[in-house]
């Protein structure tokens, strides 16, 4: 082993980041939770709700009965929302005491299949491994591997999910404080001039697509901007809409799962939280508040802002999960009816903070009319979320199959 990456070790020792646990189970299934139901156009309303999407064939009954799919069906980031933990589960496997965590990157491989009312989704989860790094944020970090495999209940495909967690220690991110300044202070007050220029730039943006009508290949050129979307500002009420749009949340909502043939695979168990941030699940029976994310557990600092400062944010902040959304969204509206994600790569770089307005950019930068891997053709799209600083809170690049 390079001593550099000795020395990170010892590090991570020192501040008390054991991976034995870890390390046990790299390359294993892993069970999870998994919805009980279905989901129903109610859900599907529910998430376009959350996430601000306004796509009509997604909430309009009569457009989208109107429509060629001939009722409400769901958009690609709803398999985020099918999801128990948003993904983050496989990714966050093996007990490291006082650890907490947050995504860092989502990488999706998309079917094309087309969530609708009624069609239940599966998953089933593996966990890849894991890097260990020196952050400024918290020193040691270890960046988790896990994948997700989203099916429907006829086994067909639906997408594959590449989730990387960022585990560290809350103590150290706490004493390092780096969000405790610039960005991490408290929430811009908007004047009513600006709050009028964020609608209007919503509202342009909704109009843009409504009805849903996919590019020309031929039309398409690189260097060619997407209309930019605004998102917020985001607050403690905009945070609580998301997380209840999950259904995994709702009491009772979910189930556990246990992948066949693995000794002591990884299900429910104990990661390790932070003292005053770990579910109850003993409790949860009586209870069930107990394992509820708005009041208990290591989520609670997206709507709380003094557990927020336990593990090294500012105040409350958003979820890495929507961020995806967000852009998942705003690229599938610009790609209308007959276009399709088929790849997407989401490094998150920091949070959503309440108060803060989120901006979605997007730029074309390669098409080719038959891609060698899909043969289909395709569009590649440099995006990104900037906060009303400039600051990039998320970068990525998503592939489009479009219309010739």
């Known amino acids: 082993m390079p001593v550099a990456e000795q020395n990170l070790v010892e590090e991570a020792k020192r501040i008390g980041l054991d991976l034995s646990d870890v390390d046990r189970r790299v390359g294993q299934w892993v069970g999870g939770g998994e919805?009980?139901?279905?989901?129903?156009?109610?859900?599907?309303?529910?998430?376009?709700?959350?996430?601000?999407y306004a796509n009509p064939i997604h909430w309009d009954e009569d457009l989208a009965l109107a429509s060629e799919f001939g009722g409400i069906t769901a958009?690609?980031?709803?398999?985020?929302?099918?999801?128990?933990?948003?993904?983050?589960?496989?990714?966050?496997?093996?007990?490291?005491?006082?650890?907490?965590?947050?995504?860092?990157?989502?990488?999706?491989?998309?079917?094309?299949?087309?969530i609708r009312p009624g069609q239940r989704v599966k998953q089933k989860r593996r966990f890849d491994g894991y890097d260990l790094k020196d952050t400024a944020f918290a020193g040691p970090t270890v960046f988790s591997r896990g994948d997700t495999y989203h099916y429907s209940d006829s086994e067909f495909?639906?997408?594959?999910?590449?989730?990387?967690?960022?585990?560290?220690?809350?103590?150290?991110?706490?004493?390092?404080?780096?969000?405790?300044?610039?960005?991490?202070?408290?929430?811009k007050n908007w004047t009513e001039a600006e709050l009028a220029e964020v609608a209007r730039i919503r509202r342009e943006w909704i109009l843009s697509n409504r009805d849903g009508i996919t590019p020309s290949l031929s039309r398409i050129k690189v260097g060619d901007k997407l209309l930019r979307r605004a998102i917020g500002p985001h607050s403690i009420a905009s945070f609580v809409t998301e997380f209840r749009s999950f259904p995994f949340g709702i009491w009772g909502g979910h189930g556990w799962t246990r992948p066949q043939g693995v000794e002591d695979p990884w299900v429910d168990q104990?990661?390790?939280?932070?003292?005053?941030?770990?579910?109850?699940?003993?409790?949860?029976?009586?209870?069930?508040?107990?394992?509820?994310?708005?009041?208990?557990?290591?989520?609670?600092?997206?709507?709380?802002?003094?557990?927020?400062?336990?593990?090294?944010?500012?105040?409350?902040?958003?979820?890495?999960?929507?961020?995806?959304?967000?852009?998942?969204?705003?690229?599938?509206?610009?790609?209308?009816?007959?276009?399709?994600?088929?790849?997407?790569?989401?490094?998150?770089?920091?949070?959503?903070?309440?108060?803060?307005?989120?901006?979605?950019d997007a730029e074309v930068v390669a098409s080719e009319n038959l891609s060698s891997l899909l043969g289909v053709p395709l569009v590649t799209l440099k995006a990104q979320l900037t906060n009303q600083e400039g600051k990039v809170i998320v970068s990525a690049t998503m592939e489009v199959e479009i219309s010739l």
């Open 35 to 52: 919805v009980w139901e279905p989901p129903s156009k109610l859900d599907i309303r529910r998430w376009v709700h959350a996430m601000d």
């Open 270 to 360: 104990d990661t390790g939280t932070i003292k005053g941030m770990a579910f109850d699940r003993a409790a949860a029976k009586i209870d069930p508040r107990f394992t509820d994310s708005i009041y208990y557990g290591p989520a609670a600092g997206h709507v709380n802002s003094s557990k927020a400062e336990k593990v090294g944010m500012g105040r409350a902040y958003g979820y890495g999960v929507s961020m995806s959304a967000w852009l998942t969204d705003y690229v599938s509206y610009w790609a209308g009816n007959h276009g399709a994600i088929r790849h997407a790569k989401i490094a998150v770089r920091g949070p959503a903070f309440e108060g803060d307005v989120t901006y979605c």
């Open 157 to 187: 495909p639906i997408a594959h999910c590449r989730t990387t967690a960022i585990r560290y220690s809350a103590t150290e991110a706490e004493k390092r404080a780096i969000y405790k300044s610039g960005s991490g202070q408290s929430a």
């Open 75 to 114: 958009p690609a980031s709803f398999a985020m929302c099918m999801d128990y933990g948003h993904g983050m589960h496989p990714a966050l496997v093996g007990k490291i005491d006082d650890a907490h965590m947050i995504l860092g990157s989502e990488e999706w491989w998309y079917s094309g299949y087309r």
